[in-house]
């Protein structure tokens, strides 16, 4: 079983793809990679301090990508 912390950041990070406030493809790409660590950390296959810091840096790595504006033709 793995640290209630981690669902925490898993919804933490739904709530702000919903919200528009992180990039939208980052956010459902490391909501993936967290989706694996927690798989990895109920297998036991790491540690629950390794499954909470690979979590934390794909927060916070979705959260500091900068939102780009989609590529619109625009007149001149």
């Known amino acids: 079983m793995h640290a209630p912390v981690l669902d925490y950041l898993l919804s933490t990070l739904r709530a702000h793809r919903a919200a528009g406030t992180v990039h939208p493809e980052a956010a459902q790409g490391m909501e993936a990679y967290m989706l694996h660590v927690i798989r990895l950390a109920d297998q036991r296959a790491i ?24 590529a619109r033709r625009e007149p001149r």
């Open 47 to 70: 540690t629950g301090p390794e499954a909470l810091v690979a979590a934390n840096k794909a927060f916070n790595g979705a959260l500091g990508l900068p939102h780009l504006q989609e």
